[in-house]
């Protein structure tokens, strides 16, 4: 049987595809819900879908790989994981499908430039791989917590919530979305904390260095039975509005009722319009969804106020406002200094300068 | 035609069943409808609703307008305000309609005792009043807001609101409810602040104080295009649960689509259990009701949160959290006393102090 090794990328989608979290998805898209979903996000069955999941193959990979009844799906480790069945080889409109999916062309998108990389060649076909493949589990330091929409399903059913939103982070978690988390938290039942930590471009804060915030803030700030942190190993495509809809699709499938939708969701650059996510999760709606986003407004701390708050619920002039930008944010971590409470709080803000100092450390040293 | 003189309660509910606040009400409810509210909180024609909205009559009243073809209806001030067509003068059980309605026969309730005093004589009909009868207006200080559904509905449009979600209130509004109001503004377009300022027991705060306070807070909290300040002239019936559904419906008919849940939702002493009227109204949902609940819990300013806060969103000892009993809080203004500002607004204390001065001085001369 020829064998296909994944990257990591389409490893991290293999996996997710194996326990679940891409349903309707089983497998690999094949050419006629590929080009359903570049034309109207939806399947050849008409199920919304946002993305193209189906890894590229390279010119020698298609010739090995054509004709084969079934391949063998190795993960980068080097484990065989399972088979593909049924594989499907097919090349696309690779221009069609960028457009469709980041609204820009611009190879500097760091979706795009992924895409393009890959090239025209695709592969789709039935994921035959076991949800419990020793070669799925997550990595320490990752595997403290719950990573499939099994285990948190189960953890969702322990505690006994009805109601769950989910939130999806690629950052720290400051005290601005401490606030949305909580603010959206108290008409439900419980929080799943979410974060991203599959594959995000070079400039965002490394998965680990997170895992220690998130666990940090939790540990401080949130009730136990009311918070419940879960690692989502995804790849981070940058897509904006179709992102936010595979976030809302991931989010039902592990077993959560609403999912929080700040500015800007999934978006990188000035690609995307500040509430292009949200308006495309208004037109498709909660039904289809399968989920009921729950929209955002910028929001900080507010002097006047005593509070966080944000334009819906502030009336105060902007001077009240305690604002950093990202480049002051880092300015300050790099040069040891606490950010003011009221912006992070400090058991985040020491872990962050910590691992400011150890990357400069070891940066100096390399 | 023989006239009803109807009482300023009973008033209240006719205004606002002209103005169709009521619906599907459309007058006062018949006896068919009477038992089917009693039996299961439905008309006869199979519709939620939760209160036999239907004048108590005296026994001398029942002998005067038995076998009338119509009545008309004159304000406690004396005008006339229209008719009710084809009336009907029945007897109920008034043990039964207590115990469903209120869910005690103690006449100690200030609900029971409204309608024990009432006694078994009711009388139904269409009401026939045109909405806008000048008789029908606010009285100052209380026209200074939208008090029909087609005025509230007609500010909520030209604000371009598209979700809404109402804040039921009979107190003036300290910063645990202020914060209740901004969670469940902040996902929505806007927050219809409604205190109801028809009867209410002889204890509860004066609705013209409790006005003051809510233009204060507003003004000083609140965006002026994120939160609509208007009157819901209702009667008081601290119904608990079925006062919740009561409350739910009145405020679809207003125009939101949100509303807000607390705990012990329009309870009084210890006659309900905690979320009895949360309970009641998830088994109802959101469908029927027409609108969607959001529940709350108990919520305080954390000292180690650095800001509001509920069980739900805070897991700091308790000795972390500003609390002060109703008690306290009545002392401390009585003694011209600011409680702390993470608890009431100063400008709300103030205007407190103020009312509750003047209260004592008019107390002394008279």
Same mark, same amino acid.
């Given at each position: 049987m020829p064998a296909l090794h994944l990257d990591p990328r389409d490893f991290s989608d293999l996996r997710l595809l194996a326990w679940g979290a891409y349903e309707p998805l089983s497998g690999f898209v094949r050419?006629?819900?590929?080009a359903g979903i570049v034309a109207e996000m939806r399947l050849a069955s008409g199920a919304l879908f946002p993305f193209a999941v189906a890894p590229a193959l390279s010119d020698s990979q298609r010739d090995?790989?054509?004709?084969?009844?079934?391949?063998?799906?190795?993960?980068?480790g080097g484990e065989a994981v399972g088979t593909l069945a049924e594989?499907?080889?097919?090349?696309?409109?690779?221009?069609?499908?960028? !457009?469709?999916?980041?609204?820009?062309?611009?190879?500097?998108?760091?979706? /795009?430039?992924?895409?393009?990389?890959?090239?025209?060649?695709?592969?789709?076909?039935?994921?035959?791989?076991?949800?419990?493949h020793p070669a799925l589990l997550l990595?320490?330091?990752?595997? !403290?917590?719950?990573?499939?929409?099994?285990?948190?399903?189960?953890?969702?059913?322990?505690?006994?919530? !009805?109601?769950?939103?989910?939130?999806?982070?690629?950052?720290?978690?400051?005290?601005?979305?401490?606030?949305?988390?909580?603010?959206?938290?108290?008409?439900?039942?419980g929080l799943l904390v979410h974060p991203l930590v599959g594959e995000t471009k070079g400039d965002d804060i490394p998965a680990d260095v997170r895992l220690?915030?998130?666990?940090?803030?939790?540990?401080?700030?949130?009730?136990?039975?009311?918070?419940?942190?879960?690692?989502?190993?995804?790849?981070?495509?940058?897509?904006?509005?179709?992102?936010? /809809?595979f976030h809302c699709i991931n989010r039902r499938n592990y077993g959560a009722t609403h999912f929080i939708v700040g500015r800007d969701h999934a978006g990188v650059g000035d690609y995307y319009g500040t509430y292009a996510a949200q308006d495309l999760l208004r037109e498709v709606g909660?039904?289809?969804?399968?989920?009921?986003? /729950?929209?955002?407004?910028?929001?900080?701390?507010?002097?006047? @106020?005593?509070?966080?708050?944000?334009?819906?619920? @502030?009336?105060?002039?902007?001077?009240?406002?305690?604002?950093?930008?990202?480049?002051?944010?880092?300015?300050?971590?790099a040069a040891g200094e606490m950010p003011p409470v009221e912006f992070t709080r400090p058991e985040i803000a020491q872990l962050l300068i910590d691992a400011t100092r150890d990357a400069n450390q070891s940066g100096g040293a390399s």
């Open positions: 050419a006629d819900d590929h090995e790989l054509r004709g084969a009844a079934e391949i063998e799906l190795i993960a980068p594989p499907e080889i097919y090349t696309v409109d690779v221009d069609a499908e960028i !457009r469709a999916t980041f609204g820009t062309d611009d190879p500097a998108h760091p979706g /795009v430039a992924v895409t393009l990389q890959g090239g025209p060649h695709r592969l789709g076909g039935k994921v035959v791989v076991d949800a419990a990595a320490p330091p990752f595997d !403290r917590h719950p990573g499939s929409p099994a285990a948190v399903r189960s953890a969702i059913e322990a505690r006994g919530w !009805r109601t769950v939103v989910a939130f999806q982070t690629r950052n720290p978690i400051h005290r601005a979305h401490e606030y949305l988390t909580k603010v959206a938290l108290e008409p439900v039942d220690r915030c998130y666990e940090a803030l939790l540990e401080g700030y949130y009730p136990d039975d009311r918070a419940l942190l879960a690692m989502f190993p995804a790849p981070m495509r940058y897509a904006g509005p179709r992102e936010a /809809v909660a039904d289809e969804l399968g989920i009921t986003p /729950v929209f955002f407004e910028h929001s900080f701390f507010c002097k006047a @106020c005593g509070s966080m708050a944000s334009a819906k619920t @502030c009336p105060h002039d902007t001077g009240e406002h305690v604002h950093l930008s990202g480049t002051k944010v880092r300015e300050l971590l």
